[in-house]
């Protein structure tokens, strides 16, 4: 059974910078497309970014890819997403996530087969 752990949520100010973590066990992580989303209070979930299952490739939405980086280590394995320069607007319940499809085709949730149990970023201004 394959379970992801998240870690490394909470409250920070406005550009500050934040960690996120997600633990993996039970499955092949090394093979795994990693994939992060956000989802705020009344909205559809995000997509956030992505990375493939070597950690070498990323893709991200324009509007983020100048401050949040994907990254996963193989060796741990385990995903990350660094934050920076955290907005105001960043603050939700994100959620990471293993899927099998080449990462620049998992833009969406439908492409992920598991799922972490979220973690709440909130940033004040």
């Known amino acids: 059974q394959v379970q992801l752990v998240q870690s490394g949520g909470g409250s920070v100010q406005a550009g500050e910078s934040l960690r996120l973590s997600c633990a993996v066990s039970?499955?092949?992580?090394?093979?795994?497309?990693m994939g992060w989303f956000r989802q705020a209070p009344g909205k559809e979930r995000e997509f956030v970014g992505t990375?493939?299952?070597?950690?070498?490739?990323?893709y991200y939405p324009d509007s983020l890819k100048h401050r949040f980086t994907a990254s996963k280590d193989n060796t741990k394995n385990t995903a990350y997403l660094q934050m920076n320069s955290l907005k105001p607007e960043d603050t939700a319940l994100y959620y990471c996530a293993a899927g099998l499809k080449h990462y620049m085709d998992s833009k969406i949730p439908e492409m992920y087969n598991y799922w972490g149990q979220g973690t709440q970023v909130t940033v004040s201004s």
């Open positions: 039970g499955g092949a992580f090394s093979r795994y497309t």
């Open positions: 990375i493939d299952w070597t950690g070498t490739s990323t």
